[in-house]
């Protein structure tokens, strides 16, 4: 009556902690898996057809939009994959690819709980049962989470068996029912797991009947769902036990079934294929690398091919460019000098008209009237005989400054300022600051530059007054010629016909190894002109 008692309430504690676990076990973190993957690798597997498994997984790979979290789950899946062919160091190598990527999501702590799972579960399997326990405790201490329904109940059934492995029967029995109640409700064709490890249980206990419906049920189960891997484990499990027990007559029935079941499975077929699908994909691989390495130097050639060509058609475009424009300069500086020589020829010809009308209506009429005027008194007579030679002195003065020489650079300017404000409504300011530095005919030229801008100030600008100024340092002697006036357009002006005069002062300047410069606005015109002094 007790051990029926007893019986009683260990399969109400049974089914107490499964109904637990499943009542308040914190959900799962929803993850978003490649479910058509997930499919067509548990079909492929079931059918041991490996080798499809391998090929769709890379196909998958090689998509262009999957994620770090898809790319954990082809690996995973990869993993599953060799843990049914039972390559333990493929196992481990795909399961560390994947938490790599895994690591690069948002959900670490999730891909890390699944991570750890699997790896317990892959230690347990070789017997590594240190390895695998200090990778599940820390899974059962914070009660499964994170982990799907069908990992769940595989933790459990782990804990049973390092119950059992300890020798903690009772306990063990209590937590492989929770497990099968479990598996039941959320993976039933995972149930052939927990049957294969209660005969180890009931071997332990030597209840060799229910070692044999445990058989039974995990044999129909995986027959059910079709996984031979599962079928294998039961009968490994029966065989090894009655061999141990010395019943060689039942393990040599389960010896002969699990050659037949072998036989089927074909591990080293199916892992000979994997490795040559392995070693074809690493083929295709470094293939494929070629091919990009040797398409991204034809690009990179084809590239540096197009700069080349664009840097020679920049190149020519800028020599023709600066070809264009020094031509274009030329032209424009030929013109230049074709109207200066124009303008100089009209000029020196204006000069030889204005002198001659000068000889004639002046010092020839004062002549004539003089020769033809006998009645006239001596004093009238010598007042005709110096306007005359004050006439020839204004012509000769025009001609040529004759007493420059004696007087010099400044002196000549003043006076020139001077006869300018007394026949012009003209005020001129003056600020002349000059030590005599330059050649005599070098201030002949300067002498005439300002004579050409004062004469241009006083008949086209509209002024009515003007300065010019004369500053030096150790190299330079700087005129500054400008007034108050209207202004004009320079360049306009200067390609224009009638810009003889300051074209004129230009010309001049650079023949002395200087340079004149104007500027205008219409408030008024600035002439400087810069002569560097006697080296």
Known sequence: MKTVIAAVLKRCVCYSIAILLWVFAPPAKAQQYPKVLDSLVYHYNNALQYDSTRLTINNFLQQKNITNADRFYAYLYMSFTYKRLQNYNEVHKYLDIAIGYGLQTANKDFFTAYYNCQKSFAYFDVSDFVKADSLMQPLIANNYQYLEDDDKGKVMIQEAFMLLHNKQYAKAASMYKAAEIFMQQYSPCELPIVYA????????SKQFDKMEACYKKGMA??????ILKYKMLCTQNMYYFYRKNGNY????????????????FKTNENLQKLNDIEHLLQ??????TINNQNTIILKNKL???RLIIIALLLTCIIIGMVFYREKRYVKIKRKQRLLFSRQLYEKIEEDRKRIAADLHDGVSHELLTLKNNHSQTITSQQNNIDDIIENLRNISRNLHPV???????IASIEQMVERIQTLNVFYINT????????????EMQLYRMIQEACSNMIKHSN?????????EDNKMVTTTIEDNGKGFDVNKKLNSTDSFGLHNIIQRAKSLGGKASIFATPKGTTITISIPKIQ
């Open 197 to 204: 490890n209660e005969i180890q249980l009931y071997e332990a």
């Open 431 to 442: 600020d002349l600051h000059y030590s005599g530095q330059l050649h005599k005919t070098t």
């Open 221 to 226: 189960r995986a027959d059910s769902c079709g």
């Open 463 to 471: 002024a009515i007054a003007g300065r010019i100024s004369i500053a």
């Open 249 to 264: 007559e039942r393990a040599i029935y389960f010896a002969h079934a699990w050659d037949s079941m072998n036989t089927i």
């Open 303 to 305: 590239y540096f091919n």
């Open 283 to 288: 083929e295709k691989t470094k293939e494929e």
């Open 403 to 409: 007493m420059f020489e004696r007087l010099g650079l």
